[in-house]
Structures are given as C-alpha cells and as structure tokens.
C-alpha cells in the first residue's frame, strides 16, 4: 500500500513538472519583440496563431444592460492586436472600449502619434455607462507601434467629463448669411435650423447603373441652431478611404467632436466612409471648423480616386464610354484600367475610369464621340 502512494506521489510530480515546463516553454515561444511590446505597455497579453493579442479590458466598468449585470468578458474586454506581415513590418489593428467622454481625447492621442481609427461605433443597446468602441490600425515596427499607441491607452479610464452649461435663453440669432459665407454653400432653413448639403458627385458613385446622389444619401452636411455666439453643429462627412485620417485630425484641431465612423453602403465602389461629428460654440467657430474639414474632401483623388487612373487621353475615355453600354455592371470589362497598369484598383474596378470618361465626354458634348472598338 505504501509502495501504491509512493508510486502515485511520484507520478503527480512528474505531471506537475510537465506542467510547468510546458508554461515555460509557452513562454519563451512569444517572440522578443512581442515581449517588449507587453513591457512597454504594461498589459498582459497572449501569443497564438502568430499574433500578440494584448487585454485593454474595462475592469473598472461595473456594465449592466437593460438592467442587467454584465461582466467584462461579455463584451468589454479592449484589446490590440500584432502580427507580421509579408515585408516583415507589422501589423497593429484593435478595439478599445470607452465611455463617451473618453473617446475623442482617446482618438486625438491616436492621431498624434500616427494610429488610424477605422471604425467608431456602439455594440450595445441600453448599457450603463454608455461606451463606444474605437477599432484603429498602425503599420510599422512592434516596439515603435506600442510606443505610438501607449499615449491613448493610458487615457482610458482616467478622462474626467467635461461639464456642461445650459443652452443660452436669449442672444442674436445665427447669421445664417455668414454662416453660408464661411463654408462657401448656401444652406436651407428648416425652423431653427440651418442646414448645408454638399453632395459628393466628383466620386462618381453608382449601383446597379443608377447614379448615387446627395438626394441618395451621398453627401456631406452641417446642421446649425442656437445663437451666434453660443450654438450647435452636427453633422455627417462623406469621405474616401484616403480622406478619413486628414478629415479626423481636422475636426479635433478645430474642437469638433467625432460621434460615429462606419459605412452607409456595402459595394460602392469607390469605397465611401461616413463620420458624423458634434461641436459647439460659437457659430463662425463652428463653421469654420466645418470648412476645414470640408477642404480636406478631393485632396486624395489622384492616389485613391478617378484622376488615380493613369493617362486617359478624351479618344480613351470615349472608348471606355462606349463599353459600359455594353454592360451596367461595375467593372465594364474594357481592360483600360489593367492595360495602363492602374495602380489604386489593378484592373479590378473599372468604374473609376468609367466615371472619368463620362466626365470627358459630357465636358466635350459638342464633339462626335468615337465609336467603341
């Protein structure tokens, strides 16, 4: 009998042995680069798959939806996110949990040190405390990226609400003239509210052949009420995948803040990306704030948009016109955009060329167009 327990005693230390050799084993596979990024950062984390995924979880959130308790595992736990890509640089995408007055402190950090934010939205209905959650995305080195990210994670949880004051009672109406004068597009007054719409038809945007308008909903806008010295703006920007970090980085320099990023659409092509904005203050302030970030609309195309597309001559165009009689389909199936090497869509999406066709032929309608090859 003794010999029995002996014998077990010996196998349950083996196994304990076993156990925690294969933790340190574990252990030492996280690469050191990834291991410096968990030092710098200060959080804990795991290394599976090929990725070092690092906890950011809002343990000092007591969440509870429509009244009822929910742990941090539910659905709260933050995180970022590395693996190597192709060219040995790395990858860094995530997704931080925070309240309402934490995010855009948060995502001005972010910007500062060269991090994207791709996404802003909400994932729960009726929870307490209200939280959004910021999906973002750096290119670079791994100890590089943890040091730019480092700054916005080290806000959360430590942002104090701004206080409020009450709307004014009284004061000079909004100069809505001005207000139109700044932005340079006249608005429409609804009530107290003046608002400006500005369409985005230099993108070109269709589906299934019909033209995707700023009555379609592809626009940008600014919605004014108040005072002239104490009012609101909100609004919606309308922006290419290549425009949403300049129009961020502008909003928060001129105190604007970014309520939502996500999609109206799935399918448009171009890819369009819509954020919508709150602010107040002043209203020249606002509207100024407005316009900056309206400026930085169209600064892309020639990387991202229909001027992208290499060296199309007016004979061209007319040819990549007359293909798309052939087919409403997005891709025409002309081959220009493959055939001239276009770098933004590689031949994939040839509406871009499409959209800029039709723009030289309407620009040269006293002109008999060249028949299709």
């Known amino acids: 009998m003794v010999g029995f327990i002996k014998k077990g005693m010996a196998i349950m230390f083996a196994s304990l042995c076993f156990l925690f050799s294969g933790i340190s084993v574990l252990a030492q596979e996280v690469p ?8 710098t950062l200060d959080r804990k984390g ?46 860094m995408m995530g997704d931080l949990v925070l309240l309402q007055e934490e995010v855009n402190p948060v995502m001005s950090a972010l910007l500062e040190h060269g991090i994207e934010i791709t996404a802003l939205h909400n994932h729960f209905f009726w929870d307490e405390p209200h939280v959004f959650f910021m999906h973002v995305h750096g290119m670079g080195k791994a100890a590089d990226l943890a040091q730019r990210v480092k700054p916005a994670l080290e806000l959360i949880g430590h942002v104090k609400p701004v206080a409020t004051a009450p709307a004014s009672s009284g004061g000079t109406p909004i100069d809505t003239a001005k207000i139109a004068k700044i932005v340079g597009h006249e608005g429409e007054q609804n009530g107290a509210v003046y608002k400006i719409t500005i369409g985005r038809d230099d993108l070109g945007v269709k589906e299934h052949g019909a033209v995707i308008n700023a009555r379609m909903g592809l626009n940008t806008w600014a919605a004014f ?11 919606d920007v309308a922006m290419l995948e ?31 990306i819509f954020l919508h904005y709150w602010g107040r203050g002043p209203a020249d302030k ?29 004979e061209e165009a007319v040819d990549i016109a007359g293909a798309v009689e052939v087919t409403s389909e997005k891709d025409c199936g002309c081959g220009q955009c493959a055939a001239k090497g276009c770098e933004p869509c590689k031949g994939k999406n040839c509406h871009y060329c499409v959209a800029k066709a039709l723009a030289a032929a309407k620009s040269s309608s006293d002109k008999t167009p060249a028949q299709p090859n």
């Open 32 to 39: 050191s680069d990834y291991q410096e990024v968990l030092k």
């Open 46 to 91: 795991d290394f599976k798959a090929g990725v070092l995924k690092v906890n950011i979880p809002r343990n000092d959130l007591k969440m509870t939806i429509q009244g009822f308790p929910t742990p941090t595992p539910f659905g709260f736990g933050g995180w970022v996110a590395f693996t190597k890509a192709s060219d040995g640089s790395e990858v």
């Open 225 to 235: 009420v108040g005072t002239q010295v104490d009012a609101v703006v909100a609004g």
């Open 242 to 272: 290549s425009e949403v970090t300049p129009v961020l980085k502008t909003l928060r320099k001129n105190g604007l803040d970014v309520v939502a990023i996500h999609h109206h659409m799935i399918e448009d092509r171009p890819v369009v």
């Open 286 to 314: 606002l509207a100024s704030g407005f316009k900056a970030a309206l400026d930085e609309l169209g600064q892309g195309a020639p990387a991202h948009g229909m001027a992208g597309h290499s060296g199309s001559s007016t």
